[in-house]
T-cell receptor, first 114, second 111 residues
Framework: KQEVTQIPAALSVPEGENLVLNCSFTDSAIYNLQWFRQDPGKGLTSLLLIQSSQREQTSGRLNASLDKSSGRSTLYIAASQPGDSATYLCAVWGIYNQGGKLIFGQGTELSVKP | EPEVTQTPSHQVTQMGQEVILRCVPISNHLYFYWYRQILGQKVEFLVSFYNNEISEKSEIFDDQFSVERPDGSNFTLKIRSTKLEDSAMYFC?????????FGSGTRLTVV
């Protein structure tokens, strides 16, 4: 059974710092991994999607990497801003889930202080 | 940018009542989903829907739950007799081949 874990559970940094959020999964048989942002009480906003054949994806100040064999993904945020404060979720789609079910981690709550 | 639209944003209902949560997925997407998030817990899968039928459902999705795509654009989740433990944020999502788009959610409060 696929389990997704995110470390740390919470992170507080001063504005301008570069930071790394970690996601690990127990079953490496995945189609893809997707990173989301969730603001308090709000929906999920897709940040980056990495296919199983890819090593990384970049969008602006965000870079996500995937090491499928070791069951790890990282989300790198460069030059953090207070507006980056949110909960970041990773989710994987296993190859045995033909219907495309996502398994989520519990998230990392990020606070960027001005 | 296309969006998944959910209504209402917040619904309060009495225990035992029926509720219908509504979603309008992105028009050219083929796969539709419901997830839920109990406060402080992980987002968890409820059901997937493709080609007008359920393709997978979780243990949570028991006989009290049903989904429907009544008119080719709306996608609904019905809970027949709500329980206190059904209180959660319910998210609708859709996708083409890859990459989910989620709606902003309906916060269901059962009192």
């Amino acid at each position: 059974k696929q389990e997704v874990t995110q470390i740390p559970a919470a992170l507080s940094v001063p504005e301008g710092e570069n930071l790394v959020l970690n996601c690990s999964f127990t079953d490496s048989a995945i189609y893809n991994l997707q990173w989301f942002r969730q603001d308090p009480g709000k929906g999920l906003t897709s940040l980056l999607l990495i296919q199983s054949s890819q090593r990384e994806q970049t969008s602006g100040r965000l870079n996500a990497s995937l090491d499928k064999s070791s069951g790890r993904s990282t989300l790198y945020i460069a030059a953090s801003q207070p507006g980056d404060s949110a909960t970041y979720l990773c989710a994987v789609w296993g190859i045995y889930n033909q219907g495309g079910k996502l398994i989520f981690g519990q998230g990392t709550e990020l606070s960027v202080k001005p | 940018e296309p969006e998944v639209t959910q209504t209402p944003s917040h619904q309060v209902t009495q225990m035992g009542q029926e509720v219908i949560l509504r979603c309008v997925p992105i028009s050219n997407h083929l796969y539709f989903y419901w997830y839920r998030q109990i406060l402080g817990q992980k987002v968890e899968f409820l059901v997937s829907f493709y080609n007008n039928e359920i393709s997978e459902k979780s243990e949570i999705f028991d006989d009290q739950f049903s989904v429907e795509r009544p008119d080719g654009s709306n996608f609904t989740l019905k809970i027949r007799s709500t329980k206190l433990e059904d209180s959660a944020m319910y998210f609708c999502a859709s996708r083409p081949d890859y990459g989910y788009t989620f709606g902003s959610g309906t916060r269901l409060t059962v009192v």
